[in-house]
């Protein structure tokens, strides 16, 4: 059975920084397209970041300059590092996989499989 396994998150004061990680089982990462998606209660989810089935990598705004998404398809593992984190990035983040480069690329709707997430909290 396909499980995604988030871990790394956890209370930051702003400015801090939290290195997120994602441990695929029964999947493979290396020609998939990979994500990281948070959402805030009472907000929509968003796309954090991505990488498609050809290694390239994509940013929501927001986050672009601060956090840096890996993956490491021998651990079948996908990772985060969030820099300068913001009040505003607290959220529950969540990775994420699909076949499609939408899924890879802010859309969640094209993703098939999900984590459980793991909390984020930046206090100012």
């Known amino acids: 059975q396909v499980q995604l396994t988030e871990q790394g998150g956890g209370s930051v004061q702003a400015g801090g920084s939290l290195k997120l990680s994602c441990v695929a089982t029964?999947?493979?990462?290396?020609?998939?397209?990979i994500a990281w998606f948070r959402q805030a209660p009472g907000k929509q989810r968003e796309g954090v970041a991505g990488?498609?089935?050809?290694?390239?990598?994509s940013y929501a705004d927001s986050v672009k300059g601060r956090f840096t998404i890996s993956k490491d398809n021998a651990k079948s593992t996908l990772y985060l590092r969030m820099n300068n984190l913001k009040p505003d990035d607290t959220a529950m983040y969540y990775c994420?996989?699909?076949?499609?480069?939408?899924?890879?690329?802010?859309?969640?709707?094209?993703?098939?499989?999900w984590g459980l997430g793991t909390q984020v909290t930046v206090s100012s």
């Open positions: 029964a999947y493979s990462l290396s020609h998939a397209c």
């Open positions: 994420a996989t699909g076949a499609s480069w939408r899924c890879s690329n802010g859309d969640a709707r094209a993703c098939t499989y």
């Open positions: 990488i498609d089935g050809r290694g390239v990598t």
